[in-house]
């Protein structure tokens, strides 16, 4: 009888070392990071829609996290997951799954006291940057980003930067913390610093042996990111515009007019078209005198490597798809206009 009770004390105490040894690993990878030495950032992207399990998935896939469903069994003990926020985030293995839900959720966790978060979106101009960064008070009210004197020399990707432009294009969409009170030229030179890590060397050496400048490719970008409803359907725009650029047919964005009016219309009116602006590329051939906002990495890449196709014509439909149809010949687009923009 001793020995029975003995066994069953055993097999009992077995079972709770078990229990709390579960309970100190689950607790351990939910709140301590996967590798606290690896700072690298990696790009992580949460879709409009996508599902708990699927971030999840996705987490552990980009070497984020140990396992998908700690970070599951984290939000269920929180109570957070459905407040997580669709959008672009800089994450690293570093940061503890608890980190990567406060910034999912817009929170500002790891943010000292004289620091702020500001968000920069792809498509944001510089105007649109240095409002931010005055609401934010990171600068003064009273700074101009076109009227900074910044040594330049350090930065490759700025050589054939035409004289007398500004950074617009260059200033890389991210999320950045940002100490109050400095100077718009430390706030600028962040970002510029951003985009120096982000084109790598691979990217600038295709740029070359494509026989394009950097600030052409980069000015195409913009047009691409303001033109393109989904980032896959990227490289395919950006096929119709070097097609265009090819044999010198003017490139007709209504995003290049809109920037010029500032009307932000789906299709820009009769009188839009008829702005005498070299932005106005209804107007005027060849690519606008420079970038019509700050391109996220994915327009980069597409201007870079765009799709091979023999697509001259595109045009997106204004429902909720959001759908680009693409087409070789006028006939064809005219075709798609008659059928889709109803």
């Known amino acids: 009888m001793k020995k029975i009770l003995f066994a069953i004390s055993v097999l009992v105490l077995s079972l709770l070392l078990i229990g709390i040894g579960s309970i100190w690993k689950i607790s351990k990878e939910m709140n301590e990071p996967l590798d606290a030495t690896n700072t690298k950032n990696i790009s992580f992207t949460i879709e409009q829609g996508q599902g708990v399990r699927t971030i999840a998935d996705n987490l552990e896939n980009a070497g984020l996290i140990s396992g998908s469903d700690y970070f599951k069994l984290y939000l269920w003990k929180t109570g957070l997951g459905s407040k997580l926020k669709a959008g672009e985030y800089q994450l ?32 944001n101009t510089d105007e649109e940057i240095l409002d931010k960064l005055k609401k934010a008070e990171v600068v003064s009210h009273d700074s101009d980003i076109d009227e900074l004197d910044i040594d330049t020399s350090k930065y490759a990707f700025l050589a054939d930067k035409p004289e007398n432009t500004g950074f617009q294009g260059f200033l890389f969409p991210d999320t950045y913390n940002f100490y109050k009170d400095k100077t718009l030229e430390d706030a600028v030179t962040k970002m510029l610093d951003e985009f120096d ?43 119709v515009f070097y097609n265009r650029l090819s044999i010198g047919q003017m490139l007709q964005s209504d995003a290049t007019v809109n920037y010029v009016t500032h009307a932000g219309r789906a299709m820009p009116t009769s009188e839009d078209l008829e702005v005498d602006s070299p932005y106005n590329t209804y107007k005027y051939t060849g690519l606008p005198p420079t970038p019509i ?17 023999d697509y001259y014509y ?15 010949t006028y006939e064809e687009h005219l075709a798609n206009k008659a059928k889709y923009l109803k």
Do not use: H, W
């Open 197 to 239: 890590s982000k084109l790598t060397a691979d990217m600038r050496a295709d740029i070359k042996k494509a026989g394009r400048s950097t600030y052409e490719t980069i000015t195409l970008a913009s047009i691409i990111e303001k033109e393109a409803g989904k980032k896959e359907e990227m490289p395919l725009i950006a096929s």
């Open 293 to 309: 906002c700050n391109p996220g990495i994915d327009a980069i890449r597409a201007a870079i490597y765009p799709a091979d196709t």
């Open 314 to 328: 595109f045009l997106t439909t204004q429902d909720e798809t959001k759908t680009t149809y693409f087409s070789t």
């Open 92 to 123: 690293s293995p570093s940061m503890a799954i608890a980190d990567m839900v406060e910034l999912f959720t817009g929170g500002e966790i790891g943010i000292k006291s004289n620091e702020v978060r500001v968000v920069i979106q792809e498509g």
